[in-house]
């Protein structure tokens, strides 16, 4: 490796070759997250229909990226690992109107030499899986695939066996370049990166199949069946159920064609961070700030105060429309003619959202980011209340003015997502859901009994139901409250408790509801969301006990402490 440091001259010098490759590998391949967007990018120009991520601890141990795309005839392989090799451009003339992802013909190489890179691929096809190296010397392309390995700067190539397509996988990243491992932060961050980063091409991609895997675990896997699924995937089917597809397309001043499309969810879910607006400008996920406040100016005041929305905002211009090059990893793209590209998609996103059916809107979101979001003008009376840990994952700790306040987080949570119900239904019915096909439920007589008695009662809690002989009844709809929806199975178990003498059965009935999207035991809380929970609980008109009459917190005094370690008098 060059040192020019070392040399101990100050004079300005031409750095040499390999230096200067050096120098533009890092500034691509900065940590493990840039590995797989590259080789990502690769599996979508190869035109793959589904690419599986696997990462192993911060990606420095091993990437491995594969997918079912065009492969690559042996030729092709071996030079592809090569410097400046790429089948996309032949010249800068090609540059502007490139529709690849990829065309600086460097990844490969860049991240060969920043690690060990090993390449499986086949162009055909009938090959099978597994190693199929069988040493009768075939090299013409066939059945037979081709494996290039880069280690240490020497080149192998080898039959393998693979289906077509391609698999790269990348080990001992970094392992020559201590001050790259050192500027890496932990694997769960590390891995976080590649995470969102995945999440953000499953989002620009829907119609690939992505997944991934974290140490052998699978984390994300997208069907590749339309960005609804895929927003299942990446968020949860309360986001993805709030969700209006848009399409808009204008015309700019230049005669530059724009198609802005994607999926917005209604601000019924919102996140109290910015970066759930993805953006994609031709196939890639893109930031660009100017774009996303667009998107936020769009949905307007529809957005709860301080509230950010959940979108996906797809891009289409003409390549000579965008410059992806202000950015050495592509990451932000600058426009031409960007001001009128963020009022026309700001104009699609209001449109969107102005004839999307806003009524489901109304609904009160439970997942547990919009459940936590603070009461406008409401005090805390766990304000003074500091997280200090979370126990068992159960039991979130704080200190206080007055000493060690716990916080059963289930109950917590359930109290919250109780009188957030309560104030959003009022003294309205509950929404019902259809239930289709219907459901039929046998019920015991007594439960049976109990449906014939609350008949109206369970109407109103959002039951649609008919008798159906006997004590089996047909469910044509069930309670939705949450946008999601109860189990059929609920009719006889919410009769039961109708009868079961409650003050308010209409409250006991929303008290259940309530508890099941809320916070389980076991749910690992990070620090900032225990305390989001501490302070919105103590928002609530009765913070101190479930819904279901259960204590939400337990306040150990000092005092209690002092006197168990006998420090009496003393501090
Ligand atoms: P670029 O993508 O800029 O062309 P890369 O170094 O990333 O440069 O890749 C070099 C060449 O290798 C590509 O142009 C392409 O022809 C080939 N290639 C890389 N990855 C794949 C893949 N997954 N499937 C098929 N061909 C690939
Ligand atoms: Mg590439």
Same mark, same amino acid.
């Given at each position: 490796m060059t040192d020019s440091a070392s040399t101990g001259t100050d004079s300005v010098r031409e750095l040499d070759g390999d230096t200067v490759e050096r120098i533009a590998a890092g500034e691509v391949i900065t940590r493990p997250a840039r590995v797989v967007a590259e080789l990502v990018e690769n599996a979508l120009d190869a035109g793959a229909e589904r690419i599986d991520v696997a990462v192993d601890g911060d990606g420095t141990e091993r990437i491995r990226v594969a997918d079912d795309g065009h492969g690559m005839g042996r030729a092709d392989a071996a030079l !592809?690992?090569?410097?400046?090799?790429?089948?996309?451009?032949?010249?800068?003339?090609d540059l502007a109107v !490139?529709?690849?992802?990829?065309?600086?013909?460097e990844a490969l190489a860049s991240v060969a030499d920043a690690g060990t890179l090993e390449l499986t691929t086949n162009a055909d096809g009938s090959g099978g899986e597994g190693d199929a190296s069988d040493g009768t010397g075939r090299t013409g392309e066939g059945d037979v695939g081709t494996r290039v390995r880069v280690a240490d700067g020497e080149t192998t190539v080898a039959d393998a066996g693979r289906a077509r397509g391609t698999t790269v996988e990348v080990t001992d990243l970094f392992a020559d370049r201590p001050a790259r491992r050192e500027s890496l932060a932990s694997p769960a961050r590390e891995f976080g990166c590649v995470s969102e980063l995945v999440a953000d091409y499953a989002l620009a991609r829907p119609e690939v199949a992505f997944s991934l895997s974290h140490d052998g675990r699978e984390t994300l896997r997208t069907p590749g069946t339309g960005t609804t699924d895929a927003l299942v995937a990446v968020y949860d089917r309360e986001a993805a159920g709030h969700a209006t597809a848009f399409d808009h397309r204008a015309e700019l001043g230049s005669r530059i064609e724009l198609r802005a499309e994607g999926a917005l969810v209604a601000p019924a879910v919102t996140r109290s961070?910015?970066?759930?607006v993805h953006l994609a400008v031709n196939g890639r996920p893109v930031t660009n700030e100017a774009l996303r406040r667009a998107v936020v100016a769009g949905y307007g005041t529809l957005l709860p105060s301080g509230r950010e929305p959940v979108a996906v905002v797809r891009l289409s211009l003409p390549a000579a429309a965008v410059d992806a090059n202000v950015h050495p990893a592509k990451e932000r793209v600058a426009l031409r003619e960007g001001d009128a590209v963020a009022d026309a998609v700001e104009t699609g996103v209001r449109d969107a959202l102005t004839t999307a059916d806003l009524r489901r809107s109304g609904e009160v979101a439970m997942d547990l980011d919009s459940s936590l979001a603070p009461v406008e003008g409401a005090d805390s009376e766990f304000a003074d209340a500091t997280v200090i840990g979370q126990f068992r994952d159960l039991y979130v700790l704080c200190e206080t003015d007055d000493g060690l306040l716990v916080v059963d987080q289930h109950a917590a949570h359930e109290r919250v997502n109780f009188e957030r119900l309560r104030a959003a239904l009022a003294d309205e019915a509950v929404p019902s859901a259809e239930v289709d096909p219907a459901a039929t439920v046998s019920l015991d007589p007594g439960a049976a009994a109990a449906v014939e008695g609350n008949a109206d009662a369970l109407a109103e809690l959002g039951f649609a139901f008919d008798r159906f002989g006997g004590t089996t009844y047909r469910v044509t709809g069930a309670p939705a409250p949450l946008g999601r929806v109860a189990d059929a199975d609920a009719l006889g178990e919410t009769a039961a408790s109708l009868d079961?003498?409650?003050?308010?059965p209409r409250e006991a009935a929303l008290a259940d509801l309530a508890c099941h999207p809320s916070l389980k035991a076991g749910d690992a809380l990070d620090r900032e969301t225990a305390s989001r929970l501490v302070e919105r609980l103590g928002e609530c008109e009765q913070p101190h006990a479930c819904p279901h009459g259960r204590p939400t917190t337990l306040t150990v005094g000092e005092a209690t402490l002092a006197d168990g370690f006998e420090r009496h008098g003393r501090r």
């Open positions: !592809a690992v090569e410097p400046h090799t790429t089948s996309k451009i032949r010249d800068a003339s !490139a529709d690849s992802l990829g065309f600086r013909g961070t910015r970066e759930h079961g003498g409650e003050a308010d």
